[in-house]
């Protein structure tokens, strides 16, 4: 142990780094259940967060011993790489907040179903893992990024037609696919990340791919929370507005539920509430079922950008020729 070594350490850095991503966490955590910039808190957290940032920029880049070099990041394969990951961190966690959410509030699933479907999205893995070293050997690895990409995406795009009668047995399927894109992009992306790095430099550069992946996780589960909000109430709104009590068949439908209500002993008055409270429950699972699949929406379209990023990247230098020629 050489305490000595504490001296030398970059704590401006790691202070200010520190200051960044706490508060960044907390207004992306807490945004949206706040009202953003309509609370205090939010606006302080954010501008605390913003001026951390400039400190740790000008920290890192002026400092003898940074605690993390972000001159790495003008490097064209890890720049791209660090982007790559952090779409992959904004699909990958996003779909882990958005599918459970989908089946608790729409499908009314307990926690116990849910595990199940989710296992899809990791079980098939530990089959396909094995074998993306032997894959990556005959495969260029942007090639491999962008079909992992395109995959998870296509699983995304899927599940953006969502309707109320899309359940676990439906959705199974489209975790299969993000359990096969996922490995394609791992591996190939993180070799390709680190290609060239010194090895004094590998610290830094793995704190940097990681920070920017649970940073894409964080921002996009943030962005999914307010637009899963944002879109239920447009969505909401726009049913509300197009069923009227002017409406023959919203007249006739009303009629047939408030029926229902009479004939299981209601009065009149009370069944016509009822009525119209069972309308409203069908307008909010309508609405927040559509705003389900706008976040998957978003997400696909997030993948498909980064699949497209793939040609920025140079060749891995580390990719074998081909099979004729072992």
């Not at 953003?36 to 605390?48: N, R």
């Not at 899809?120 to 495969?139: D, E, N, S």
Request: proline content about 3%; glycine content about 8%.
């Amino acid at each position: 142990m050489n305490l000595e070594l504490l001296k030398k350490g970059d704590w401006a850095g790691i202070t200010s780094l520190a200051t960044f991503l706490g508060c960044l966490t907390f207004v992306l955590e807490e945004g949206n259940r706040k009202d953003w910039f309509g609370s205090p808190e939010i606006t302080w957290a954010a501008l605390i967060s913003a001026v951390s940032f400039v400190v740790f920029l000008f920290i890192e880049l002026t400092s003898k011993n940074p605690v993390i070099n972000l001159r790495l990041l003008f490097r064209r394969n890890f720049r791209t790489a660090t982007i790559l990951v952090m779409a992959l961190g904004m699909g990958s966690y996003g779909s882990v907040y958005i599918l459970p959410l989908y089946l608790a509030t729409v499908q009314r699933y307990d926690a116990l179903q849910i595990g199940r479907i989710l296992m899809w999205v990791g079980l098939p893995q530990l089959f396909i893992v094995p074998f993306i070293p032997r894959l990556l050997k005959r495969m260029d690895a942007r090639v491999m990024i962008a079909m992992g990409m395109c995959i998870f995406a296509l699983s995304c795009w899927i599940n953006a037609f969502l309707n109320h009668d899309i359940a676990g047995p439906q959705l199974m399927w489209t975790n299969v696919l993000r359990a096969v894109g996922q490995p394609l992009i791992m591996t190939p992306l993180s070799t390709t990340a680190y290609e060239g790095i010194e090895m004094s430099e590998v610290g830094s550069a793995s704190g940097l791919y990681n920070m920017m992946r649970n940073l894409g996780g964080s921002i996009g589960i943030g962005l999914l929370g307010t637009l899963l909000t944002r879109r239920y109430q447009f969505h909401f709104s726009r049913i509300a507005e197009s069923v009227s009590q002017i409406d023959l068949s919203a007249q006739s439908r009303l009629a047939q539920t408030a029926a229902s209500f009479v004939s299981k002993g209601f009065d009149s008055a009370t069944a016509h509430m009822q009525a119209i409270q069972a309308m409203g429950a069908v307008f909010n699972r309508e609405a927040n079922v559509m705003a389900f699949g706008d976040c998957f929406f978003f997400m696909s379209i997030t993948l498909f950008v980064g699949a497209s990023l793939t040609v920025f990247m140079k060749k891995s230098s580390s990719a074998s020729a081909p099979a004729g020629e072992h």
